[in-house]
């Protein structure tokens, strides 16, 4: 049974930083693509950043936020500093099948439950 497991979300000021993890089993971790999406109240669900062997980000987010993964671990990890009001989403963390880190999220397979991030002051 594949299973994602985001944590780390919580409720910080504006310029703060939080760290997520996205623990991954159930899949063969090294040699899938793994992405980060996040969904706003009344929003679509939008991309933030993905890594195979290199990352990619969404233009809102780039140099503010850093992904990486650690395939000994089996787990994901998005960096997020200098966090903003709109920054606030449920972010979720998602497997794709393959080694294509899409910005696409009809591309990625299996998907976690969420943590919630807020930024308010």
């Known amino acids: 049974q594949v299973q994602l497991g985001e944590s780390g979300g919580g409720l910080v000021l504006p310029g703060a930083s939080l760290r997520l993890s996205c623990p991954a089993s159930?899949?063969?971790?090294?040699?899938?693509?793994m992405a980060w999406f996040r969904q706003a109240p009344g929003k679509g669900r939008e991309f933030v950043a993905a890594?195979?062997?290199?990352?990619s980000y969404a233009g809102s987010v780039k140099g503010r936020f850093t992904v990486s993964r650690d395939n000994a671990q089996n787990t994901l990890y998005l960096q997020m500093n200098s966090l903003k009001t709109e920054d606030t989403a449920v972010y979720y963390c998602?497997?794709?099948?393959?080694?294509?880190?899409?910005?696409?999220?009809?591309?990625?397979?299996?998907w976690g439950q969420g943590t919630q991030v807020t930024v308010s002051s």
């Open positions: 159930g899949i063969t971790f090294s040699s899938r693509a």
């Open positions: 998602a497997a794709s099948s393959g080694y294509y880190a899409s910005t696409l999220s009809t591309e990625y397979t299996y």
């Open positions: 890594i195979a062997r290199m990352p």
